[in-house]
């Protein structure tokens, strides 16, 4: 984005802000129609079946201010049903806009849904993709921005231009192709390559001297990933909504569904340097690479790509543990971000969800708690609105793990508007996860190998953890994250990692204030589409 298209957003919303002091306006407007497409392309360099949106793979690029309202009309021209959510958005008051099966019936083939939500009190580096199917492996992701208004400081110098990129693995194997795999009780094979923004290679053009923002998100499907430049420090400034500690690095993790943001300054000779993105804790390392300009450069990129980090899981963990809040920036609002100590709140109540991979009817499925989720054919927000019996069950899970077989069932975890939870996620397994809250940005107050026990509470950052809403949980380790839930609606809890999401690990967390009225939750949409056991109901 350049810094002309910057200072217009700002002065934009600057517009807005003086106009108030003579007319009380409301949050600007942004309009924009979506077409969802079919199309052939070569990403690794064969054809296949690809999603566009307005013909673009990847999707458009969302520019907005904090506050704007997104008026999204999406027409779905594929032949199966099809959703977009957007990761990271809070949606608040509004699960009814969230995107995802349990709150949304999907959009049928040659119809339309019109999204109407807010980044509310949110600025950040975040992204969109398919909810639906498999249809994330072909494509219809995008990058999404909420920009500060100009009237809240940011902690840096706005850079030159910013630069979004789209990191992710990728295969050649078409998204009908991997869901039959995995409706079969085979796991995704290794993907068969990366991309940066939807390309094996791409540019990106700076002049010598000049500071730049990278906004770097793994979109991927599976794979952890590590991101750097050749021959320049990176300095981490914000983390899917929070500003951070200035910190500089060489090179920086991101694993499936997280973002961040860094400043570069182009500070080296003038040529070309290798922009790298490769897997991590992986035996075959797949890397892709882009390339960055200088404007007065005359030499191409040469030499080997930088390596990246030798040292696995510790190394990436104790990384994970450098990620600090700035506590005295402002994000959105203009309160300092430490002004809220979340960590002197005694939590009202703690989950632990378990993870596994069990066979079900002999079939592979992946599972919290011994659930595997099912997806109903009503969405379970409809179905908690209109008091449809038989759809989800508030007693499917325990909040604990506990022996026995694996069950499918369709789980909700019930909570009180405003309560204050630990949650801690246990992974048993050899693999790496990730994990993904809709509705709330969380602070990830602890990273441990083993077994979780209270008495890793001692280790807990209760000072200066930031917030985001993607959480790594490492191979045979715990990630624990502290929540407000502040924000009623039915919202997804689910891996990140798309496989693991398809075959049922996830579930539902219903925040729920008995006193119903606007200050809590917004009313249903008129527009609402209606499907399964709500088809005839009318909002």
């Not at 000072?463 to 609606?489: C, E, K, M, Y």
């Amino acid at each position: 984005m350049g810094k002309a298209v910057l200072l217009q957003l700002l002065f934009g919303a600057l517009a807005v802000v003086l106009s108030a002091s003579v007319v009380k306006a409301e949050d600007p407007y942004k309009f924009y129609t979506w077409t969802v497409t079919y199309g052939t392309l070569s990403p690794l360099g064969v054809p296949q079946q690809v999603i566009l949106i307005n013909g673009q793979f990847p999707g458009p690029r969302l520019d907005v201010v904090t506050n704007d309202n997104i008026i999204l009309n999406l027409i779905n021209k594929l032949d199966q049903p099809f959703l977009l959510t957007w990761n990271g958005i809070k949606q608040r008051k509004n699960s009814w806009q969230d995107g995802v099966l349990g709150t949304n019936c999907p959009i049928p083939p040659n119809s339309n849904y019109t999204y109407k939500f807010q980044p509310k009190d949110q600025i950040g580096t975040f992204t969109y993709f398919p909810s639906t199917k498999l249809h994330r492996a072909a494509g219809g992701f995008g990058g999404l921005n909420v920009y500060s208004r100009p009237r809240i400081p940011i902690p840096y110098p706005i850079p030159e231009s910013d630069f979004t990129l789209l990191v992710g693995d990728w295969y050649k194997a078409s998204h009908q192709a991997l869901q039959k795999s995995l409706d079969s009780g085979k796991s995704l094979p290794y993907p068969d390559g990366l991309l940066i923004n939807g390309q094996a290679s791409s540019t990106f053009t700076g002049d010598q001297g000049k500071t730049y923002m990278f906004r770097v998100s793994n979109v991927g499907l599976s794979t952890s990933l590590n991101f750097r430049i050749q021959g320049h420090k990176m300095k981490l400034v914000e983390c899917e909504g929070s500003h951070t500690q200035q910190n500089i690095y060489d090179s920086l993790d991101v694993h499936v569904g997280q973002s961040f943001s860094v400043l570069l300054t182009l500070d080296q000779p003038p040529k070309d340097y290798y922009i790298v993105a490769s897997t991590r804790f992986t035996r075959r390392v797949l890397t892709a690479t882009a390339v960055l300009h200088y404007s007065n450069s005359h030499t191409s990129v040469s030499g080997p790509v930088p390596a990246g980090p030798r040292y696995q899981f510790h190394w990436s963990m104790q990384q994970a543990r450098t990620f600090r809040w700035n506590l005295t920036a402002n994000a959105a609002r203009p309160n300092p971000q430490g002004s809220y100590h979340y960590g002197q709140i005694v939590p009202t109540k703690t989950i632990v969800l378990a993870s596994s991979a069990p066979l079900i009817n002999g079939t592979l499925r992946y599972a919290f708690n011994r659930v595997s989720y099912v997806n109903p054919d009503t969405p379970l927000k409809l179905a908690d609105y209109f008091n449809i019996p038989g759809v989800f069950s508030f007693d499917a899970i325990q909040s604990v793990p506990s022996g026995g077989p694996a069950i499918l069932a369709t789980p909700v975890l019930p909570s009180s508007h405003h309560d204050f939870l630990e949650i801690v996620f246990q992974n048993n397994e050899r693999t790496m996860q990730s994990v993904h809250l809709d509705g709330y940005d969380f602070w990830p107050v602890g990273y441990g190998s083993g077994q979780w026990q209270p008495a890793k509470r001692r280790t807990y950052n209760l000072v200066d953890a930031l917030t985001r809403h993607t959480v790594q949980v490492f191979p045979n380790s715990w990630s624990t994250i502290l929540v407000s839930l502040d924000n009623q609606g039915m919202w997804n809890l689910r891996s990140a990692l798309w496989e693991r999401q398809y075959l049922g690990q996830q579930l539902y967390l219903r925040v729920w204030n008995p006193t119903q009225n606007l200050a809590n939750e917004y009313n249903i949409p008129s527009n609402a589409l209606m499907c399964g056991k709500a088809v005839g109901r009318h909002p």
